[in-house]
């Protein structure tokens, strides 16, 4: 009866959702331009699209696994996205912010240019600091790469650490972040992880050590 008792984190949909909504109509027009002068020696590329689709996927398949497979480790994992999540939330209400990277007119077509036009269409290049898209697939691996089931299989820990650092590049190719936000989203991770991960790390070390003696 308890065995999934701890989808009541997934509450966390409710607070999220309706926030991120308000924000995406109400940041239009006013906001704070970020830019980097390294974005303009980025080149856009829609190939990118492929990883930047798939950080969906990637979500969805890393906490799903962790619920039915890990507990400690979908709590962490909730833990450390929900909380960088929040103050991504926070940063954009009192520091509205947005783009103007994104190409006006694109010189070729192809599949992956259809799939960015609709990308456009349906994200607004506004509230982008610090990015989701980096800071969710860093938590990724992170969750990964600590859960003690998938600790040997080095297929999945690499494949996880390629994905979330194509993904990232995709947020720069694409044009859909600046390297600001993906700097402000590596940041914001390193030191969530210290709080939620590496103290707990630290614990367990102390705790061998006290065996030992």
Not at 52 to 69: E, P
């Amino acid at each position: 009866m308890h065995t999934y008792s701890h989808a009541w984190v997934l509450l966390y949909a409710f607070i999220y959702f309706p926030w991120f909504t308000y924000l995406e109509r109400h940041v239009t027009d006013n906001y704070f331009v970020i830019h980097s002068i390294f974005d303009d020696y980025i080149p856009f590329c829609e190939y990118f699209i492929i990883p930047y689709l798939l950080w969906f996927a990637y979500i969805a398949v890393t906490l799903g696994y962790l619920f039915f497979n890990d507990k400690q480790g979908f709590y962490k994992a909730s833990a450390i996205m929900f909380s960088g999540m929040t103050i991504f939330l926070i940063i954009c209400t009192v520091f509205p912010n947005g783009l103007n990277l994104r190409p006006e007119v694109f010189t070729r077509d192809n599949f992956c240019i259809e799939l960015v036009k609709r990308i456009y269409q349906t994200d607004t290049p506004t509230n982008v600091l610090p990015s989701l898209h980096v800071y969710n697939s860093i938590c990724c691996y992170i969750a990964i790469s600590h859960c003690e089931k998938l600790q040997h299989s080095r297929l999945i820990q690499k494949g996880s650490l390629v994905l979330s650092i194509l993904i990232i590049l995709s947020t720069m190719f694409l044009k859909q972040h600046s390297v600001v936000d993906v700097v402000a989203a590596c940041v914001m991770a390193y030191f969530l992880y210290t709080l939620i991960y590496a103290q707990e790390g630290a614990k367990v070390v102390l705790a061998d050590l006290a065996l030992e003696k």
